[in-house]
């Protein structure tokens, strides 16, 4: 798969659910949508998520901020939410949904996959995926179950081996070194509590 628009969609992808905003999540994506952002995902997962019928409200009101804002919106792992949200793609990681099966039923949406060590990517599916999330790239305990950091020497050398394939480095990743997960080879930086937990949201992101 291959959308030319991608290594700039994922420039400063904004990840985010209710779990990890200490107020509403609706105003700090709207913020975040002002300052900049060129993706978003909606990642309602963990301690403290919501299911069911207040995920899927939810969903939609982040959606209409992005439709508002034309940023795509892309949720993670929730095939009946991307049906019921109309979102733009899905992101998925090694323990979900097959890659496979996912092109098949949205052919031409945006599909991302998370990898985290070169034993993920030897065993994973990079051609049937628009782009893949790396990481850890710095530790980060935005995730309870993330894996061991991968530094910027593993985004380097993803690079080296897939020269074409869209990159978004994630994990611990702030204004004070997004800078060196680009110079390593990243299209972008996928960042939650950068933002989710910053005192100046416009700031945050115009560091990014
Ligand atoms: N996935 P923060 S790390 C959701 O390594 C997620 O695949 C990761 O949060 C991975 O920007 C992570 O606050 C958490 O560090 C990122």
């Not at 995902?41 to 207040?54: I, N, P, T, V």
């Not at 050398?157 to 394939?165: A, W």
């Not at 080879?185 to 992101?205: L, R």
Request: glycine residues 10%; proline residues 4%.
């Amino acid at each position: 798969m291959m959308n030319k628009h991608l290594p700039w969609i994922l420039r400063k992808y904004f990840i985010m659910g209710s779990q990890n905003c200490k107020s509403d999540p609706v105003e700090i994506l709207k913020k975040a949508a002002e300052a900049g952002i060129t993706a978003f995902q909606f990642r309602e997962k963990g301690e403290g998520s919501l299911s069911g019928d207040a995920k899927l409200e939810l969903g939609k009101k982040l959606r209409d901020v992005c439709q508002q804002y034309k940023i795509p919106f892309i949720v993670n792992d929730d095939m009946y939410l991307v049906d019921q949200l109309e979102a733009d793609g899905i992101h998925i990681g090694q323990d979900d949904l097959s890659a496979k099966g996912l092109r098949k039923h949205f052919p031409n949406k945006i599909i991302g996959l998370s990898v985290s060590n070169a034993n993920e990517v030897a065993k994973s599916p990079t051609s049937l995926v628009d782009y893949i999330g790396a990481g850890p790239v710095f530790d980060t305990s935005t995730k309870a179950d993330a894996k061991l950091a991968v530094g910027l020497e593993w985004i380097t050398s993803l690079r080296k081996q897939f020269p074409e394939l869209p990159i978004v480095g994630i994990g611990g990743i702030t204004s004070a070194n997004a800078a060196s997960v680009i110079e390593a080879g990243a299209d972008g930086v996928s960042v939650i509590s950068a933002i989710t937990k910053a005192d100046n949201i416009k700031n945050a992101v115009n560091g990014l």
